[in-house]
């Protein structure tokens, strides 16, 4: 596709329940990204993607967080048991995987737990 | 691990006036420093960025930002707002020795009044 396409754009869902939130990157980027961006917290750092392998997962809130990504092309990022501390918008980012490249974003998945 | 802090959350100026929204970073290696861009219901989009060479980096629409590794900050400023420059803006920080991981400070609200 033309840009990075995540979904849901909007997700609510039930505390405790498992969500699974997508993200497809632009064709040919190897690295790909992923943050939280909550109100007045900026964008928090989650983990991130070089080809399949994630050389840093230091920023997953918790053992509820994990994320994969397949054929060096779509992630999913799984937050199970929800709570409702995960209510945020989640992005995604890609890039060409060049230290000096540009993230590009998605549009986000607004995570709303009840 | 590199950490970035942008002193303001919130910069209300009026159109045509100057503005400079503060950026320091911390890191015990060389960085390459960013500014992104969140227009009213848009995703986040490169503003500038600096790789090396001349330590003053300038957008299209007129913003800059200036390096300066002794006081470690990366300032961003423009002489004359516009309205269509409300937005919130982000200043990122990555290693170059550290793969691509990325880290965005938590973000300045510019708000732009006639």
């Known amino acids: 596709g033309a840009g990075v396409s995540q979904s849901p754009s909007n997700k609510v869902t039930e505390k405790g329940k498992d969500v699974e939130l997508r993200c497809d990157p632009i064709?040919?980027?190897?690295?790909l990204y992923w943050y939280r961006q909550s109100l007045g917290q900026g964008l928090e750092f989650l983990i991130y993607?070089?080809?399949?392998?994630?050389?840093?997962k230091s920023g997953l809130p918790s053992d509820r967080f994990s994320a994969e990504r397949t054929g060096g092309s779509v992630s999913t990022l799984t937050i199970q048991r929800t709570q409702q501390e995960d209510s945020a918008v989640y992005l995604c980012?890609?890039?060409?995987?060049?230290?000096?490249?540009?993230?590009?974003f998605g549009e986000g998945s607004r995570l709303t737990v009840l | 691990a590199q950490s970035v802090t942008q002193l303001d959350s919130q910069v209300p100026v009026f159109e045509e006036a100057p503005v400079e929204l503060r950026c320091n970073y911390s890191?015990?290696?060389?960085?390459?420093l960013f500014w992104y861009v969140q227009y009213p219901n848009q995703g986040l989009q490169l503003l500038l960025k600096y790789l090396s060479g001349s330590t003053l980096v300038e957008s299209i629409n007129g913003f800059e930002a200036e390096f300066n590794k002794s006081q470690t900050s990366f300032h961003l400023r423009k002489p004359s707002v516009h309205i269509s420059d409300t937005a919130e803006y982000f200043c990122a920080v990555r290693s170059l020795t550290g793969g691509f991981k990325t880290i965005f400070g938590a973000g300045t609200r510019l708000f732009v009044k006639a």
């Open positions: 993607f070089q080809g399949n392998s994630a050389p840093d």
């Open positions: 980012a890609s890039s060409r995987g060049q230290n000096t490249g540009e993230l590009f």
């Open positions: 064709s040919g980027h190897t690295a």
């Open positions: 890191s015990s290696v060389s960085v390459y």
